[in-house]
């Protein structure tokens, strides 16, 4: 091996762009303070992620440099790297001496498979990749051995290990041996990057990037906690409009649960009960279930009356032209896609409205998924993520939901009326 190599320890940032209470982030430097190494976080870039588009890849993006500036401070450096995982690990094991090299779990098989080549890879060198959780509060595979039924079910085993992995040790000190960031990242070479990634162009939202963005959001949320109560009125200002944020990884949901475990307001059980044990429940679907995006993916009831109503006449028919467009006789599902496709973010009750209309325009179940999923990949800001699989899979086939009175081409599956949302939201047209 060359002497000119750097020997430091690498944490190969995947899904978790923060430093505050970052599990695998701690662990990768109590790693190089063992071995008395610098350390170094490499974030990859690849242009050919599933629905990679200039709004979620911009909003990445432009988070960088600040987490660089950020690592900066703790006298830890940071590298971006674009193209393939397994092939950017190969040449950063060529740049430098590797002695240890850390990542995040993730509950998506495809993402595990490519960790599994790169583990592979490693390991030919003497190396492995050491996985930590960081999206989660409580480990996958410690909250539950199995797919969970419910929130009913799940709960108790979440709550049983909250206080231990809510106050694991994740301070991050200032690095005792340093190394220089290879190039300084900032916005304009940002927009350089993106432009050459040549990828489908949808106009970026309001929503602001960045750990300090999403801190500063939480803050604003916990003095407004007893608005939870109105979480159902569009103008109830009862969202924390975080669900990006975790979806990135610039906060965690430790941060999340901590701080609004600190307020005095009743509703705070409320939001702990959605972040917490619907999130967490989310995970362990997407996790157990590789189906996840599947009319195979639900339950036997939801798929036995899902068939059985298979045959029961829709007055309406749309092709998924017509609904991306927002071209439907109902205004206030319209009023839904434009916003989505505007903003990149929707109320989460008119969430749930959104994906049940479907249903009803299509004439099999697995098309009105598919396109959910491909809208929901495509525009939210937090697409491409557990709770929005799971939120369609609820919607859609009943996922940890019951059975209800039976409904024309529903069957069994919770409906939601547009008389009823529009009355529960206060949306005005």
């Known amino acids: 091996m060359s002497d000119n190599k750097k020997q430091c320890v690498l944490y190969w940032m995947s899904n978790a762009l923060r430093v505050k ?4 982030l701690y662990q990768a430097q109590q790693a190089a303070l063992r071995t008395q190494l610098p350390l170094l976080c490499l974030f990859i870039v690849n242009p050919k992620f599933p629905a990679a588009n200039t709004r979620n890849m911009s909003f990445l993006l432009n988070s960088l440099p600040e987490l660089q500036e950020s690592l900066a401070h703790m006298n830890i450096a940071f590298i971006l790297k674009t193209g393939n995982a397994a092939e950017c690990i190969e040449e950063m094991c060529e740049e430098y001496e590797l002695k240890h090299i850390v990542s995040e779990i993730s509950p998506f098989l495809w993402v595990q498979d490519v960790q599994k080549i790169v583990d592979a890879k ?19 595979h410690i909250a539950s051995e199995k797919l969970e039924f419910s929130a009913r079910t799940i709960r108790p085993k979440l709550y049983r290990h909250l206080d231990e992995y809510i106050n694991v040790e994740t301070t ?39 750990e300090s963005e999403a801190l500063r959001l939480l803050e604003n949320f916990a003095h407004r906690i007893a608005n939870v109560e ?18 990135y990884g610039m906060i965690s949901p430790i941060t999340i649960i901590k701080r609004i475990q600190a307020c005095e307001h009743q509703m705070k059980e409320t939001f ?30 939801a798929r036995e009356t899902l068939y059985l109503h298979s045959i029961d006449q829709r007055p309406n028919l749309y092709s998924n032209e017509e609904l991306e467009l927002a071209k439907t006789h109902d205004e206030v599902w319209n009023y839904c896609q434009r916003t989505i496709v505007e903003k990149g973010y929707l ?13 009803l325009w299509k004439e099999d179940p697995q098309e009105t998924i598919d396109f959910l999923v491909y809208n929901n990949d ?28 039976s409904a024309e081409v529903v069957g069994s599956v919770r409906r939601i009326s547009a008389h009823g949302t529009i009355k529960k939201t206060g949306l005005r047209l």
């Open 378 to 405: 495509k525009y939210f800001l937090d697409g491409r993520d557990p709770n929005g699989y799971t939120g369609i899979m609820w919607s859609v086939a009943g996922v940890h939901d019951r059975p209800w009175p």
């Open 347 to 359: 109320h989460s009750y008119l969430r749930m409205y959104w994906a049940k209309q479907v249903l």
């Open 122 to 140: 490693l390991q030919k060198r003497n190396l492995r990749l050491y996985l930590y959780t960081t999206a989660t509060i409580v480990p996958l």
């Open 230 to 247: 109105y979480r159902n009125h569009i103008d109830g200002q009862g969202q924390s409009y975080l669900s990006p944020y975790l979806h």
């Open 272 to 301: 702990i009960e959605e972040c917490f044990i619907r999130r967490e429940l989310a995970y362990n679907y997407v996790y157990y279930q590789p189906k996840y995006d599947s009319l195979n993916g639900a339950w036997s009831w």
């Open 21 to 24: 209470d970052n599990p695998a």
């Open 172 to 210: 991050i000190i200032p690095h005792p041996i340093g190394m220089i960031s290879a190039t300084k990242l900032t916005l304009s070479t940002m927009k350089v990057l993106l432009d050459s990634l040549d990828l489908p162009s949808i106009q970026n939202t309001d929503f602001v990037p960045g």
